[in-house]
């Protein structure tokens, strides 16, 4: 994983003059008095803020310093293994659903590592550039079980991380989708006096960013007026886990022929890529054992309902570190997301997953008993209107619109993503069918417009409802708009109100002759 740089590493010094040690005395004050929503506001710039230096100490006394950002920690024994360390951290930002993270740091050989916190930190770590980043190891295939909004919020960071770098590809449909829920979640409503640059250009969506991407996110951050800051990272995460790429960390190998592949690890399994096609798949329950020797990795799949025997699938790798670090990989993921505690036969190596796991971690959630945590979102540079009870626009002519995207062949990671389209100024495209259903009661008139077109490969389902309130009857607007708002998501569980405009006009009759 690319990381930000940080600053310089501080190097171990055998003595320090009266002066060096008062301005690192100083320095240490300093770095105490930050509180946590210091620490949180450098997660949000890039959610790799956990840089962990290595500062002076004198290993006779046994009491190493490591400086986490704002964060200063006094080991108390040379001998601290990793777990100390990651529940200062979860500590000091108030997280108690830490079992989805960890720490990682790069070896010698460049490679990512992440810290083993059964181990002695200074057996795993074989230089003095003790760097450290907090990053998620366990992607939640469904966030929304997720207790805390804390979590939710750091998942949230970490997925913009990966979706702004490349790691989470995904479509220009679902980047604005996305980067509309960032700006809902960041900056609340929009305004109309605010300006149109506001937000954008504190934040990066995409990899390949662009005015068009940019105009279709504050279009779409328009229609989200009211949503508070929880829903939307909880609709951000709905739409992020649908991505084909979530939770996948890859891997170069070649397979048995010498092609080059990309071998994935996530909740579900092992996946194989080629050619950013996946063409493979071995569910966790599929596979009995899991090995690796030299710079070769075998796993062993169980038989079929036609087949008879077990059969063994190979693939080569880099190195033997590669295959060593895939191994363990495997073998944390299988153990997290098994619904018991089983492992594969590990042979002669030491290595255990010492975690819980979803299932235990979810079971755990679900007894914590204390008030929401208060963490502050850094970012967010105003408090919208409509939140803090001040007026709000209400509008009419209320639409429902699902566009799914055709996923291209060539490209598996542009996954199925519903498009917010909230403006009829579109390009035209070639409708399908279209179909007008008008219904009539005492006092109002539904009309029903339901149309189906393609545009540029994408197939759109617009469904626009009319409602006119007629007459001189007795009616609670707020009240029947807010049930016509109900109705039209029960009719359409799996479609999204993208409008609501109301209009309110009083016409006179002309008087006959």
Same mark, same amino acid.
């Given at each position: ?7 310089? $590493?501080?190097?171990?010094? #055998?003595?320090?003059? +009266? ?16 509180? %946590? @929503? ?24 046994? %009491?190493?310093?490591?400086?986490? !950002? ?28 830490? +079992? ?11 490679? =990512? ?12 770590? %074989?230089?003095? @550039? ?28 970490? &997925? ?9 590809? !995904? ?32 934040? /990066?969506?995409?990899? @390949? ?24 990272? #909880? ?26 592949? $990309? &071998? ?80 594969? &036969? ?10 819980? /796991? ?11 008993? %204390? ?34 995207? +055709? ?28 179909? /007008? ?10 009309? /029903? ?48 109100? =993208? ?15």
């Amino acid at each position: 994983m690319t990381t930000a740089p940080i600053g310089p $590493m501080e190097e171990c010094v #055998a003595v320090e003059t +009266d002066e060096e040690r008062e301005e690192r005395n100083s320095a240490t004050d300093v770095m105490k008095a930050m509180n %946590r @929503n210091a620490l949180i506001e450098d997660l949000n710039r890039n959610f790799v803020a956990m840089a962990i230096t290595k500062s002076h100490f004198n290993w006779k006394k046994k %009491r190493p310093n490591i400086n986490l !950002c704002c964060l200063n920690l006094s080991f108390p024994q040379k001998r601290a293994k990793g777990q100390f360390l990651f529940f200062k951290v979860c500590e000091h930002l108030n997280l108690m659903e830490k +079992d989805y993270f960890g720490l990682f740091y790069m070896d010698n050989h460049a490679q =990512t590592c992440w810290l083993d916190p059964t181990k002695d930190i200074k057996r795993q770590i %074989r230089n003095n @550039n003790w760097q450290f980043v907090f990053n998620v190891k366990f992607y939640p295939p469904d966030p929304s079980l997720l207790t805390e909004d804390i979590t939710r919020y750091l998942l949230c960071l970490q &997925l913009r991380e990966d979706v702004a770098s490349g790691r989470l590809p !995904c479509s220009f449909v679902t980047h604005a989708l996305l980067g509309s829920y960032t700006l809902q979640a960041e900056f609340g409503d929009h305004e109309p006096d605010q300006p149109r640059t506001l937000g954008l250009g504190q934040l /990066t969506f995409a990899p @390949n960013q662009n005015k068009d991407m940019e105009e279709k996110i504050l279009e779409l951050h328009k229609s989200l007026r009211g949503m508070t800051p929880a829903q939307a990272d #909880a609709q951000f995460l709905e739409n992020a886990k649908k991505l084909s790429m979530y939770g996948v960390d890859l891997h170069h190998a070649k397979d048995s022929e010498g092609v080059d592949i $990309m &071998l994935g690890v996530c909740a579900n399994g092992l996946l194989v890529y080629k050619d950013r096609l996946r063409i493979n798949r071995f569910a966790w329950p599929k596979i009995l054992k899991i090995s690796y020797k030299r710079n070769n990795f075998y796993i062993k799949i169980r038989p079929g309902e036609t087949e008879q025997f077990e059969s063994t699938v190979g693939f080569k790798l880099q190195n033997h570190r590669c295959a060593k670090r895939l191994w363990k990989v495997c073998v944390e993921n299988h153990s997290f997301f098994s619904p018991t505690k089983a492992r594969f &036969l590990t042979l002669g190596s030491k290595f255990r997953y010492s975690g819980r /796991t979803q299932a235990q971690t979810r079971t755990a959630s679900s007894l914590i008993d %204390r008030p929401a945590p208060n963490f502050q979102r850094t970012s967010s540079k105003r408090i919208s209107r409509s939140l803090d009870g001040g007026n709000t626009h209400t509008h009419l002519d209320r639409g429902l619109s699902d566009i799914s995207e +055709d996923d291209d062949l060539g490209d598996p990671a542009s996954p199925r993503a519903p498009w917010l389209d909230g403006n009829g100024d579109s390009e035209p495209g070639v409708l399908m069918t279209a179909q /007008t259903i008008t219904s009539e009661s005492l006092c109002t008139t539904t009309t /029903t417009h339901i149309t189906k077109t393609l545009k540029g490969g994408l197939s759109e389902t617009r469904i626009e409802k009319r409602i006119v309130i007629t007459g001189d009857c007795d009616i609670d607007h707020d009240q029947a708009l807010a049930q016509a708002i109900k109705e039209a998501k029960e009719q359409h569980p799996d479609m999204s109100v =993208t409008r609501v405009v109301v209009h309110k006009e009083t016409e006179l009759a002309e008087e006959e002759d």
